[in-house]
């Protein structure tokens, strides 16, 4: 199988095919964003990758699950787990899963997967699955870090209480120059900064997060 991709700490893409060899390749695992004050898993939140079916063929990766809530429970399974490959055709990587709690997870550990599938000609690579303790701040699918026109910075803000009202501030510095470029905003947002008008130079953009009773 391919190198596993993707952002381990903001899963968000889906998985692969298998690319069909014969007729009936395994498709890619989806995409799962779940935003909840409570998950009991009692089945099973699956973005598992299909097995491939006939001679040959190999199998679909693992895809993408981000679980955003206050706490996990249940004794289902949570997984992204690639399929298995048909006969000589390879089994595919294990996907992203992150997990962000404000309070206990009571849901086994290890009902959690992103496996590489077993089978064909061979395993898949495995996967990753996170579960950070402490808040995340994540720029989206900002691939450069080369900016020349108008650019949108889009953001999100894993792991946070939403009843303690954080807003955020988007700071730029360089060039001995500081530029705010957003001001109290959601957590999770996005602005857009025409760095045309600006220097040109390195800067380095920073985040602040302030609550519901200013604190930083």
Do not use: C
């Amino acid at each position: 199988s391919n190198e596993t991709y993707g952002d381990p700490l903001y899963p968000n893409k889906p998985g692969s095919g298998g690319g069909t060899n014969w007729s009936a390749a395994g498709a890619g695992g989806g995409v799962a964003h779940l935003f909840a004050q409570a998950i009991s898993v009692r089945g099973g939140i699956k973005a598992n990758g299909a097995d491939g079916a006939v001679w040959a063929d190999p199998a679909g990766s693992g895809g993408s699950i981000l679980i955003n809530a206050a706490t996990l429970s249940g004794s289902g399974t949570v997984s992204a787990n690639g399929g298995k490959g048909y006969a000589q055709g390879g089994s595919g990587g294990g996907g992203r899963v992150a997990v962000y709690l404000l309070g206990d997870m009571t849901l086994p550990r290890g009902n959690i997967t992103a496996s590489g599938g077993t089978g064909g000609s061979g395993p898949g690579q495995e996967g990753t699955v996170r579960i950070p303790e402490e808040p995340v701040f994540l720029f989206v699918e900002q691939g450069s870090g080369l900016f020349h026109s108008v650019e949108t910075l889009e953001w999100i803000a894993l792991g946070l209480d939403p009843a303690e009202g954080f807003l955020v501030d988007v700071i730029a510095t360089g060039q001995d120059r500081l530029f705010t470029l957003a001001s109290a905003v959601p957590g999770s947002s996005a602005v857009q900064w025409d760095t045309t008008q600006v220097p040109d130079g390195s800067y380095q953009i920073n985040a602040v997060f302030t609550n519901g009773l200013s604190e930083v």
